[in-house]
């Protein structure tokens, strides 16, 4: 008769609580043993298992992993596995389907899974090396576009402009707005919004700046007049003559 042992231990990383265990299967004479909730770190469990069980037969742990369920040909495998026909009563019927489930979920996971990590590095560096070149794209069209478009407006300015069309005007009304005076601020620091105020406080400024049109001028003194410097006839008449248009370029350029 074969002793079976389940135990619930924790701590089995730790020396002591492996001690105890071996110590408890020599003296139990223990021939199979299930351990549960068990934490043992991944790189250990050959090392730990070698030194507690020397000799024993030992059945690598299975554990499901969420991504398996991902794939497209998950349900496919699952629907597979729980409809082959198997011998026996329920309880045996499902403990074998499980079992050929789980090998073929550790046949997908090695297929499609084994090396998931390495996989993902790649994706992500590939796909940097990817934004990388579809930003340099874009960026340089962006600038050949709006290069065009600057170039474009200018050309669609000179030839709507010429021809008084209504963009033309448009674009002058725009500009009017933006050097329109739609507030001003009075000598008593109030601002005035309305059209007929604003109007009024350029015109009371401009008045008290240049002063009002006389009602009556008084004559000039000819003596005082004919006392200063006064132009010779010829230069009186060189007055009169009208400016010819080379006169204006030699003053100008």
């Known amino acids: 008769m074969v002793n079976i042992l389940s135990w619930n231990v924790r701590g089995l990383n730790t020396p002591n609580k492996q001690k105890e265990t071996k110590l408890l299967c020599n003296d139990e004479k223990v021939g199979m043993i299930g351990l549960l909730e068990t934490k043992i770190k991944k790189d250990r469990i050959e090392q730990i298992a070698g030194k507690l069980f020397s000799g024993w037969q030992i059945k690598r742990y299975f554990k499901y992993c969420n991504a398996w369920a991902q794939h497209p ?48 590095k790649v ?36 030839r709507l402009g010429d021809d008084n069309t209504g963009y033309f005007y448009s674009v002058i009304r725009h ?59 010829e230069l009186q008449l060189r007055l009169l003559q009208p400016i010819e248009e080379k006169e204006v370029k030699k003053e100008l350029f």
């Open 73 to 120: 040909q998950f349900n496919q495998i699952v629907s597979y596995v729980w409809t082959t026909f198997v011998e026996g009563c329920k309880m045996f019927q499902i403990v074998k389907k499980m079992k050929l489930l789980k090998r073929k979920l550790r046949e997908l996971n090695s297929q499609y899974f084994s090396n998931i990590e390495q996989t993902t």
């Open 123 to 158: 994706d992500r560096q590939a796909l940097k090396q990817e934004e990388h070149e579809k930003y340099q794209k874009f960026k340089e069209s962006s600038n050949l576009a709006e290069m065009f478009l600057q170039q474009k407006s200018k050309a669609t300015w000179l």
């Open 175 to 233: 500009k009017r707005l933006k050097l329109a005076t739609i507030q001003l601020k009075d000598d008593q620091g109030v601002w005035q919004t309305e059209p007929e105020a604003i109007v009024d406080l350029f015109l009371s400024y401009y008045q008290e700046l240049l002063g009002q049109k006389a009602s009556s001028r008084r004559r000039a003194y000819k003596g005082f007049i004919q006392n200063g410097s006064l132009l010779t006839t």
